[in-house]
C-alpha cells in the first residue's frame, strides 16, 4: 500500500469556500488506533516550540472541556512553512483529541493528556 492509498483512506478531502470567496479545501480525518494517537501526539510535541509545549501542559485544564475532548489551535501560516505554533484565532487549524476512559473520568484523561503531550 503506497503513502497516497494510506492517505486517501485517512483523511477526507471537501473543497470548501473560504472567508473571501476563495476557493479551500478542508482536510479532516478521524483516528481510532491508540498506537496512531500516540504518534500523532508525539509529531505534535516534536514540531512545536518547548513554550508552546509548556503552554499546552499549563492550559491542560482549560483545554479539556467535559465531553474528554482536548482542544488545539495551530497558526496556518506557520503550519504551510512546516511548523506547528499553537494559535487562538478562530481562523486556525483545529484538532480535537478524545479521551476515552471509562467510566468516564475528567481526573484520568488529564494524566493522559499530560502522557500524550506533556
Known amino acids: 500500500m ?15 469556500e473560504g472567508h473571501y470567496g476563495n476557493p479551500s479545501v478542508m482536510l479532516s480525518s ?3 488506533r491508540k498506537s496512531d494517537s500516540v504518534r500523532l501526539a508525539r509529531f505534535i510535541r516534536e514540531n512545536m516550540s518547548p ?17 474528554q475532548l482536548f482542544h488545539m489551535r495551530f497558526d496556518k501560516q ?17 484538532v480535537k483529541v478524545k479521551i476515552a476512559t471509562y467510566p468516564k473520568n ?13
Do not use: C, H, Y
Not at 503513502?3 to 473543497?15: A, G, I, K, Q, R
Not at 513554550?51 to 472541556?65: A, Q, T
Not at 506557520?78 to 483545529?94: M, Q, R, Y
Open 51 to 67: 513554550g508552546d509545549v509548556e503552554n499546552l501542559r499549563s492550559e491542560m485544564p482549560d483545554r479539556l472541556d467535559d465531553d
Open 78 to 94: 506557520a503550519a504551510f512553512l512546516g511548523k506547528l505554533l499553537l494559535s487562538s484565532s478562530s481562523d486556525a487549524i483545529t
Open 106 to 118: 475528567r481526573v484520568q484523561a488529564g494524566l493522559i493528556v499530560e502522557e500524550l503531550f506533556g
Open 2 to 16: 503506497s503513502d497516497d492509498d494510506v492517505t486517501d483512506e485517512l483523511v477526507d478531502v471537501t473543497d470548501i
Open 30 to 32: 478521524q483516528i481510532s
